[in-house]
């Protein structure tokens, strides 16, 4: 996608001419100076692909952290991000949470760019086939991040036209999730029967009908239309556009991006200085590590999102896997093994420090497969076809089949397994764990795993004991607090339950 990366750095590193000092503030959309043109439509659609890099880059706290399969690196001598990042991991999140409010902040702010985008296309009289890839691609996008909102939050304000007076803002009130389902659904239908099937190599990245079409197999997993998710991704599957690598590692090699088993990954561009590459692994490169992980002398990472001892336990022994997805631990420069482990799964050499070249892959075949057995596991039992996209994974990992004679609820768990090790630290965990357990259920698993946290932490905790509510899972949490700044703002929207 390195034209989709140009365009969308173009808009910030044009020449200082006259001829640019000239003209208008191409931001200011309010005044009629942008969405002019095709070409200005392009930039907009681009700059709403590139507004899922700061997305991406931290979803590792609501859809990882939260969960069982990753920590802290506990930091003995700086606790001034207990009360945020920390948060996540001991289930202490609240209205001030700064994370929080980044979340809602930046989703809203990028579907306000999508609504005003869609608004202003219905207003131009451009090339029906150009106008409707520009719709596709929006909606999509408008349908992704309301489907994000709807797990993470529940109700939610629903927005599909721009906010042209801004005292309209104190009227707003959150919508019934149904509601916010139907939006995704109808946006998903239009998504999915527009996009291409597939792009040319020049716009490698943008989005086509396989990745709608696996977001709407997920979408309708949540809701338990199970008929439906499968009718979804078997047109995945059955398009022959997609297909596993051979060697897992190779996935996320950044010299091997958007591959044949990609369907949809958002793109960086490391290795310059122009503002595109993906820094997020410095924030999961563990503490004090001197240069020996990061690989640059002096340079350690920041000590998140660091895979539990449960997660490194429920690796079967010889599993591919795991090597590229983890370390238990690194060599000091004393020479010294430090047990401390990180996430190896995006940590690529580089020629800048801070400017790492990896993308971040949001829906591959894998996932589809595994989601497709689901689906066929929800509606009956395990079927022949079930065990077969379970095994292709498993005998790609060096590990043996499945047994085929699994009861429904032993292929489940069977399946969550998977799911876990397969798509370890990619941003799955929570959206999985809230779709494969009833509310008590998911309760009392977390709280279990809390529990081996506290008797047996993955990281050393000093002489520093746990607060008294760390690792207390409740049935609230299953949503997130709505940031407390939008209820000051705006007191007509009510606080989820339990906060």
Not at 108 to 126: D, F, P, Q, T
Not at 262 to 288: A, C, K, W
Request: glycine share 6%; proline share 5%.
């Amino acid at each position: 996608m390195k034209n989709i990366i140009y365009l969308f750095i173009a808009l910030s590193l044009v020449s200082c001419s006259e001829e640019f000092l000239d003209k208008q503030n191409p931001t200011q959309l309010g005044e009629g100076t942008f969405y002019q043109t095709e070409d200005q439509f392009e930039q907009a659609v681009l700059g709403i692909y590139g507004q899922l890099q700061a997305i991406i880059a931290n979803q590792w706290y609501y859809k990882e952290l939260y969960t069982d399969n990753t920590t802290v690196h506990f930091n003995q001598g700086n606790r001034g991000f207990a009360p945020h990042a920390e948060s996540f991991e001991y289930w202490q999140v609240t209205p001030n949470t700064n994370q929080i409010y980044t979340l809602y902040r930046d989703t809203y702010n990028v579907l306000g760019n999508i609504n005003v985008a869609l608004a202003r296309l219905n207003e131009m009289s451009l090339d029906p086939i150009v106008s409707n890839r520009f719709e596709e691609e929006l909606k999509f996008f408008r349908a992704y991040h309301y489907f994000h909102l709807s797990q993470y939050f529940g109700d939610v304000v629903i927005l599909t036209e721009p906010i042209e007076d801004p005292s309209a803002s104190f009227e707003l009130r959150r919508s019934p999730v149904s509601e916010v389902y139907d939006l995704i659904e109808s946006d998903l239908d239009f998504a999915v029967s527009n996009l291409p099937l597939a792009v040319e190599p020049s716009e490698a990245g943008r989005l086509t009908k396989g990745a709608a079409l696996t977001l709407q197999g997920q979408f309708w997993l949540t809701l338990k239309d199970y008929a439906k998710a499968k009718a979804s991704l078997d047109q995945v599957i059955n398009s022959n556009l997609y297909s596993l690598l051979p060697n897992y590692a190779d996935i996320f090699d950044p010299n091997n991006k958007n591959n044949n088993e990609s369907i949809f990954e958002v793109q960086f561009q490391g290795d310059n200085d122009l503002g595109e590459s993906s820094g997020f692994i410095y924030n999961f490169y563990p503490l004090n590590t001197q240069g020996e992980v990061t690989g640059f002398p002096g340079i350690s990472g920041g000590g998140w999102n660091i895979p539990t001892r449960d997660i490194i336990s429920a690796y079967e022994e010889g599993d591919l896997r795991k090597d590229v997805s983890l370390s238990e631990g690194y060599t000091s420069v004393d020479g010294e093994f430090v047990p401390v482990p990180f996430i190896e799964k995006f940590r690529h050499e580089h020629s800048i420090q801070g400017r790492p070249n990896d993308n971040w892959p949001i829906y591959r075949y894998a996932d589809v497969l595994l989601m497709a057995a689901e689906a066929i596991n929800e509606q009956s039992a395990p079927t022949a076809e079930a065990y077969n996209y379970v095994n292709q994974i498993r005998e790609r990992a060096g590990l043996s089949p499945i047994s085929t004679n699994l009861s429904q609820e032993e292929f489940k768990l069977a399946l969550l397994h998977e799911r876990r090790i397969e798509l370890a630290f990619e941003n799955h965990r929570w959206f999985d764990l809230k779709r494969a357990f009833d509310v008590p259920v998911l309760v009392e698993f977390l709280n279990e795993y809390g529990e081996r946290e506290k008797e047996n932490p993955t990281t050393s905790r000093g002489q520093i004991p746990f607060n008294p509510g760390d690792y207390i899972f409740s049935a609230n949490e299953i949503y997130f607090p709505i940031p407390e700044r939008e209820l000051v703002v705006n007191p007509e929207i009510e606080q989820n339950t339990g906060y």
